[in-house]
């Protein structure tokens, strides 16, 4: 019978399962892992990153551009330690991720060996499945356990722990086999319940006024043509959160836009706030999107749609509640309601209600956006780049003043872009990391990277991951030398008491420069245009630093500081 070692089996089951993409950083205990990479013929690419929270983000955005697990590794003690803000970040963004971290030797456990910890206890709370093995032949077995967790469901995070001598044992090759739908997720798909389908079609027309708020797991399932048609068929409004922004296209009559403490702008929530039933589809409900549950407020009928069972009825009441697969929901209450309604499309005053609201949202933001005044204002950046990037472009926002801006006022508009930002956990340091891993799931697409300082001074290193694997990123960095966030925070809730929150500006293009990076400083708003429309054209990556308007000074959608 052919044999494997630990190292090899890991290698082949990771081959079995379709990866073609592995992110990470290499250490004492990850020697015989990178050493079964290294021999083999196997197909999959290994992308070093220079810290391993960088190669969790990367692997996270792989997965969401792509469909497909995310695969990130690091060594053991500090390497586990600093790998797990990606992990927690991804499980609670239901994207398919696994961490691999090595360990100690099995013999070492309990005798104080360098970079002992337990990384079973350490992974528990921020993942959906988790093992540390303790024998060589348990390893094809935990890495199937893992795909499957990960991919079925509810997708989310998993993590593998390798001790080091159990990489260089034996087991029988024939062990190694792999179920090729958990190669993808949502590897299978949950229908609703029937008696739910009717209830929530009850509930849907007996209201006046129905309106849907749409999270990431529309997104996720790809189920946008299944709520377009849904909506059209009921004349009623469709808002999202901001992992569901591109649920529907922005232009479309019926879209809201992002609703919500961050990105909402008053005219969202008014669209919302008089909805006598609102329909949650692949969305929590947590506290960002409905404003600290005030829209929709108490007293407001929901129907809840969630694969998540546990999500459902958490924070509101409901009239019916479809757990499932969102496509699978949304295509079975648009057949049971086009068959109640004959197929007739209801007639309401929604599309001419929310014309009035874009427009007026619309125009508030042009103003600003052309505005030349100093520093640059973000909604200039945002209008530059909805005119210059190309169709199916990603833009990666990191969640300081990049995410509001760009999930409230950029508009998606059906051609394929989007817009991915870490909101589960919302830390500093994810854009351009996670820029890298979007490229490498989409080399077609034009991807950039949007970025405060606070966020760059985290992430910097990769610059040169950037310049030596040659990713053709555009980065910019908007600049106003603070942790804006929590200086606004501290204006609006603390008497302007700032503290500990300004730090010296840095030349970031200087930065770029020294690792290889084409970059510009841009100080004055007109020559921005230009200078946008130049870097992404530009055959390599490139960094843009805006010299941008503090953000306690600006009108930023985030209903805190707004009025």
């Avoid at 946008?532 to 530009?538: G, H, S």
Wanted: hydrophobic share 45%; aromatic share 6%; proline share 5%.
């Amino acid at each position: 019978m052919p044999k494997l070692t630990g190292a090899e089996a890991a290698v082949r089951t990771l081959e079995a399962h379709k990866v073609k993409h592995i992110f990470g950083l290499c250490g004492d205990t990850s020697l015989p892992f990178y050493d079964a990479l290294c021999r083999l013929d196997h197909g999959m690419e290994h992308v070093l990153a220079r810290d391993e929270r960088s190669a969790a983000y990367m692997a996270d955005a792989y997965a969401r551009v792509t469909g497909r697990p995310g695969v990130c590794e690091g060594p053991s003690g500090g390497g586990a330690t600093y790998i797990l803000p990606g992990v927690v970040e991804a499980n609670e963004s239901s994207v398919a991720l696994l961490s691999i971290t090595s360990d100690i030797s099995i013999g070492g456990r309990g005798h104080y060996a360098l970079t002992e910890l337990d990384q079973e206890a350490l992974f528990r709370p921020l993942t959906k499945w988790n093992r540390v093995a303790d024998r060589v032949d348990q390893i094809p077995h935990l890495f199937r356990s893992a795909f499957r967790a990960m991919t079925t469901g509810r997708p989310g995070a998993a993590h593998i722990g390798l001790p080091y001598d159990l990489q260089k044992q034996e087991l029988d090759a024939a062990l190694v086999w792999a179920q090729a739908e958990h190669a993808r997720f949502p590897a299978f798909r949950q229908g609703p319940d029937p008696d739910m389908v009717s209830a929530a079609a009850d509930a849907i027309l007996s209201a006046k006024s129905p309106a849907f708020l749409c999270g990431g797991g529309v997104v996720i399932s790809g189920a946008q043509a299944e709520l377009k048609a849904l909506a059209e068929l009921l004349g009623a409004p469709v808002a999202s959160t901001i992992s569901g922004h591109g649920a529907i296209a922005d232009t479309h009559p019926l879209a809201v836009g992002v609703v919500g403490t961050n990105g909402g702008t008053d005219e969202t929530r008014d669209a919302i706030s008089g909805a006598d039933l609102v329909v949650f589809v692949g969305c929590r409900a947590g506290s960002t999107s409905t404003e600290h549950g005030s829209v929709p407020g108490p007293g407001t009928a929901v129907v809840h749609i969630d694969a998540d069972a546990m999500a459902v009825g958490a924070n509101y009441r409901y009239e019916a509640a479809l757990v499932g697969d969102a496509r699978l929901c949304l295509a079975a209450l648009l057949a049971e309601l086009t068959r109640r309604l004959n197929a007739t499309a209801r007639i309401t005053d929604a599309r001419d209600r929310l014309k009035a609201l874009k427009a007026a949202k619309r125009a508030r933001f042009d103003a600003l956006a052309n505005s030349p005044e100093l520093p640059v204002r973000p909604e200039r950046l945002v209008a530059s780049l909805q005119r210059h990037l190309p169709d199916g472009s990603i833009i990666v926002a990191d969640p300081g003043t990049p995410c509001p801006y760009f999930s409230g006022h950029f508009e998606l508009d059906g051609s394929g872009t989007r817009i991915i930002t870490n909101r589960a956990q919302g830390a500093l340091g994810f854009a351009m990391s996670a820029a890298i891993g979007a490229w490498y799931g989409r080399p077609d697409a034009k991807v950039v990277a949007v970025m405060g300082d606070g966020s760059f001074g985290f992430t910097v290193g990769e610059l040169e991951t950037i310049v030596r694997k040659q990713v053709p990123l555009t980065m910019i960095v908007m600049s106003n030398a603070s942790f804006g966030w929590i200086k606004a925070s501290q204006k609006t809730g603390y008497d302007a008491r700032y503290f500990s929150v300004d730090f010296d500006r840095t030349n970031h293009a200087a930065v770029a420069e020294a690792y290889g990076v084409k970059a510009w400083t841009v100080v004055d708003p007109a020559e921005l245009d230009a200078i946008v429309k130049k870097a992404i054209a530009f055959d390599g990556p490139t960094l843009i630093d805006v010299i941008a308007q503090p953000l306690e000074e600006t009108n930023v959608p985030v209903s805190q500081w707004m009025g």
